[in-house]
């Protein structure tokens, strides 16, 4: 920004108001500085130019270095050296080989990780050379940071030769860790600083890395730091924003996963990035495994004893039900221990129709099966299922792979929309069985088949297809046009016996996604070497590619957002639709009564990926339609839906926002805003239409009937938003989670409360306001009835990241400590948006744990990225303790399953040692610190005392310092 808009005056012929751009003096000079840093960064020979890598860190303990989400950060560092040192860049003469040795190297000296301070930093800034720069910022900066830390001589970080820079130098390339924000220093600061400034270490180091090391570009290797979530405004910073206090116009490079528009869109924002983004991880079919694949073999055994009337019916009827408590499957919504002792074997006949259906929905779970590696391919075999993920996809005017083979073969079903755990008609099995994909060897006349059971058939043989798709593109030429005759003559012989349809599926694959999905890893190397040349990158769109989105393929370019304009799109507004009648429909046969107040968390990440669901769906439940401009197609106004279409009552919806959702939709909080008032001035009339319902309606309109909650409440209107202060981004509570400084779920409550208590609204002019107001969010939050969380991709999970449980978990225990009870939690699956699914958070916990935290294939996936692959254990496991801190619905046995698949299993115990001890000594308090907080309840004495010792070998080999990752074998808002 180098101007703002000011208004002139009126204009009163033409009734408007008349604005200027008006340019600020500040701004223009940073501009200049910036243009001046990229034109010396180009002209600066190779040889001689200077650039920093930063590596993320958080939490600060040495299991988690090289944060990078997605991304196996360590072996993409290592290998962005070597295309340096390939390039021409002096870097001298011994690199690291791999992550691993990295990571080592690292770790043989000072790190954020207070256990090595002992250790020698690469190097210190002196005091008085800081002193010199700071002195020089603004006082209004230099005061809001002295309030919190004092001056930079009390620096706590602060040694005798200055303040300690942690990290490694390759001659005239650095390798830094990130400094922490410094919640640390405090845990309390979570409960009272949602805006803490950064620290004077923080400030030292970048401007060490400027000034004394004089780098001409930095690279933030992957998603995300903590610098562009630094205080300030959200567009149009100042000379008082953090991100420009530490960053100053330096060009500043950032790789950055595909599908997070918003969060890159936030470091374009704040730190001036030029984003270079990068493929997803691996991803695949979850499969079964242990105890769940005997399960699916012994219900397939009962439902053939079962139609032949054989004697081993009861027999294994006793096993089944044996192993379905074993497995923790017995437990459904709205069981009760009455209902099974009331007629136990038609309780259990309904318990093996369930936990068949969720056995298909497990087995075709989608999982990340690995890490991507920056400027590299998968393997082969992972990237065959990553090509499969992608192509089942349906999208404008062309069908998903697995759809057209079911149109060939004269399916009914939809493998795309349907349900896996329904039924299998029988002219589906038989037409299988006809085409030679289904063999009656697992399920003799196919009693019991579901439609997963056939969609994993289909996926199987569209797998083999395009595993040799892949294998005829390797002989071809890197750009994978697949041109030459030899190529077109060989893909055709392996779509003989397929149907039109999908041989025009594959048709599609091989010339459209196959060589956008192999021409990532080029587009990558290029994009960011063309950037440290000071080149330009390419843009292109961003989001989910297996959502849909193959255009964001290939990857390598600087990605752009949305026009907000538009949201919520025609497409959103119908999945909006879809999903919140089923989470009426849900809520009321699940709970026994209707929804009428609704705590929704919204992201605006999510909203830049899919249009605006979110949105969509709140302003459904309020009973209020976009409208969308005939050309354009953006969203002009709003209409209150009649009561009598509606047939049912507007719903109550408290929103907590994400900051980044607050700056990069202003117009949404107008919009919804605008939504608000237009109900409530329909509101004397719903209100007869209501005295008069009827039937179901009836049931609905009572729930939302004057008098059913507060004046203050009714007066508020059916709408309030919520979120972080102006300038402060988060939900509070990672810093209390890391440090442990709470005793109960009230405490992480509080923290969440406090972050979160600014209203924001629109002023009925086109602006936004922003008042304090936590009394007015304890009071509605007090009302809720059920808190939702929507996810609309499975590229990753809720044990992926912190902010789920952050903002959800936030959610649930603010209303559980306010209301006095728990209220009911919603998960939305938005990942096929023509068929968006509600169910309990619970199960999709559940779902999570057994496809992914507990699968053989995710462990080995984990364990072939060695040190990354420790820190992503330990991380699930941080995120699962903090879902069941915040919302108690993490099973007790989930921590035994944990310890036994991980910690008492010599080969991932062994991997563990060997790679990232401290990771694993991590694992092992964290288990132990659920055991003695009463989130594990019933741990045996067994599998306590493994921990313990684990903890003690662990202290004992990294004091002896035999941590290291042999080589050779912020929080973030959305």
Request: glycine share 10%; proline share 6%; with cysteine.
């Amino acid at each position: 920004m180098v101007g703002f808009r000011e208004l002139q005056g009126e204009d009163s012929r033409l009734q408007t108001a008349l604005h200027r751009s008006v340019p600020d003096q500040q701004r223009l000079h940073w501009t200049a500085r910036h243009l001046h840093s990229w034109i010396n960064l180009r002209r600066t020979p190779r040889q001689r130019r200077r650039i920093a890598l930063v590596l993320a860190n958080y939490p600060s303990r040495n299991a988690r270095l090289a944060n990078g989400v997605g991304l196996d950060t360590p072996a993409s560092a290592a290998a962005v050296l070597g295309w340096l040192r390939q390039a021409g860049y002096g870097l001298g003469a011994d690199l690291p080989a791999d992550g691993d040795e990295l990571i080592n190297a690292l770790l043989r000296g000072q790190t954020n990780d207070p256990e090595s301070h002992q250790l020698r930093p690469l190097t210190h800034l002196p005091l008085q050379a800081y002193l010199r720069w700071y002195n020089a910022l603004s006082p209004g900066f230099r005061a809001g940071l002295e309030r919190h830390w004092g001056a930079a001589e009390q620096d706590r970080e602060l040694e005798p030769e200055g303040f300690p820079i942690r990290g490694l130098r390759f001659a005239e390339v650095v390798l830094l860790l990130q400094p922490s924000r410094g919640y640390e220093r405090d845990p309390a600061l979570s409960y009272h600083s949602p805006d803490l400034p950064p620290t004077h270490h923080y400030l030292a180091t970048y401007h060490w890395l400027q000034r004394s090391f004089g780098a001409h570009a930095v690279v933030h290797l992957g998603k995300h730091g903590n610098l562009e979530w630094l205080p300030g405004k959200g567009v149009g910073l100042s000379c008082d924003c953090g991100p420009d206090v530490v960053l100053q116009p330096l060009p500043h490079l950032y790789p950055f996963i595909v599908n997070d528009p918003g969060e890159g869109t936030q470091a374009k924002r704040r730190s001036h990035a030029v984003i270079v983004d990068h493929l997803t991880p691996p991803l695949g079919r979850a499969g079964l495994h242990g105890q769940e694949a005997v399960l699916e073999q012994l219900l397939d055994e009962y439902w053939e004893a079962q139609q032949l009337g054989s004697s081993r019916v009861q027999p294994l009827r006793a096993q089944l039900r044996q192993l379905l408590v074993k497995l923790h499957l017995t437990d459904q919504p709205g069981d009760t221990a009455r209902a099974a002792e009331a007629d136990p074997e038609a309780w259990l006949d309904g318990r093996l129709n369930a936990a068949d259906g969720y056995l298909c929905e497990l087995k075709e779970a989608q999982i990340r099966l690995g890490l991507h590696r920056l400027g590299s391919r998968p393997e082969p075999r992972l990237e065959g299922e990553l090509l499969l993920a992608l192509a089942r996809a349906p999208g404008p005017g062309r069908q998903g792979l697995t759809q057209a083979l079911a149109d060939d073969l004269q399916l009914g079903l939809d493998p795309w929309r349907d349900g896996l755990d329904q039924p299998l008609d029988s002219t589906d099995l038989e037409r299988l069985r006809q085409s030679g994909l289904w063999s009656d060897e697992r399920l003799p006349g196919g009693h019991g088949a579901r439609l997963g059971d056939a969609i994993a058939l289909l996926e199987a043989w569209c797998l083999d297809q395009l595993q040799s798709l892949l294998d005829v593109g390797s002989t071809s030429t890197s750009s994978g046009s697949g041109d030459s005759a030899s190529s077109d003559s060989v893909a055709a012989a392996h779509v003989i016996g397929c149907g039109p349809a999908t041989q025009r599926c594959l048709e599609q694959v091989r010339q459209h996604l196959l060589p956008r999905l192999t021409a990532c890893a080029e587009r990558e190397r290029e994009a960011l070497m063309g950037g440290l040349d000071g080149g330009r990158i390419a843009a292109g769109p961003a989001g989910a590619p297996t959502r849909g989105r193959p255009d964001v393929l290939p990857t390598g370019r600087n990605f752009y957002s949305v026009d907000p304009r538009g949201l919520p799109t025609e497409t959103a507004w119908a999945l909006g639709c879809k999903a919140a009648d089923q989470l009426l429909e849900r809520h009321l046969q699940d709970e026994g009564e209707p929804l009428r107040h609704l705590a929704l968390s919204v992201w605006g990440t999510a909203t830049m990926r899919n249009g605006g669901d979110e949105v969509a769906q709140c302003l459904a439940l309020m009973g209020v339609r976009p409208l969308w401009d005939g050309v354009s197609r953006r969203v002009h106004d709003l209409e209150v839906i009649p009561q009598h279409q509606l047939g049912r009552p507007r719903l109550h919806i408290t929103l907590r926002i994400s900051g980044f959702f607050r700056d990069a939709f202003p117009s949404l909080i107008q919009l919804l805003g605008k939504a608000d008032r237009l109900v409530h001035q329909a509101s004397l009339l719903e209100h007869d239409a209501s005295a008069s319902a009827s039937g179901t309606t009836a049931a609905f309109a009572s729930a939302s009937a004057p008098g059913c909650e507060t004046e203050q409440a009714a007066a508020e209107g059916l709408l309030r938003i919520y979120g972080s202060a102006p300038g402060a981004y988060g939900a509070g509570l990672q810093g209390l989670i890391e440090s442990g400084a709470w005793e109960e779920s009230a405490d992480l409550a509080t923290a969440f409360l406090h972050w979160s208590g600014w209203r924001y609204g629109s002023d009925g002019s086109g602006g936004v306001v922003v008042t304090a107001d936590r009394e007015g969010l304890e009071r509605r939050l007090g009302d809720v009835d059920a808190v939702l969380h929507n996810q609309d991709n499975r590229e990753h999970d809720l044990l992926d990241s912190d902010d789920y449980y952050q903002f959800q978990g936030g959610l649930t225990a603010a209303v559980t400590t306010l209301r006095g009870e728990r209220p009911a939690t919603w998960f939305g699956d938005h990942s096929r948006p023509d068929q968006p699914r509600v169910h309990g958070l619970r199960r999709e916990l559940d779902k999570v744990i057994r496809s992914r935290l507990l699968n053989p294939r995710w462990l080995e996936g984990m364990q072939r990225h060695g040190y990354k692959g420790g820190f992503e254990l330990a991380a699930s496991l941080d995120y699962l303790f903090a879902y069941d801190a915040t919302t108690a619905m993490v099973p007790d046995w989930v921590y035994g399953a944990i310890t036994e698949r991980w910690l008492r299993n010599p080969a991932v115990r062994q991997f563990l040692e060997q790679k990232n001890p401290w990771a694993l000594r991590d694992m092992g308090e964290r288990l132990l610190e659920a055991h003695h907080r009463g989130l594990w309840d019933g741990a045996d004495d067994s599998a306590i005392g493994l921990l313990q010792q684990l903890v003690r070998d662990s202290d004992a080999l990294l004091e002896q310092g035999g941590g290291k990752a042999n080589g050779g074998g912020g929080s973030a808002d959305h």
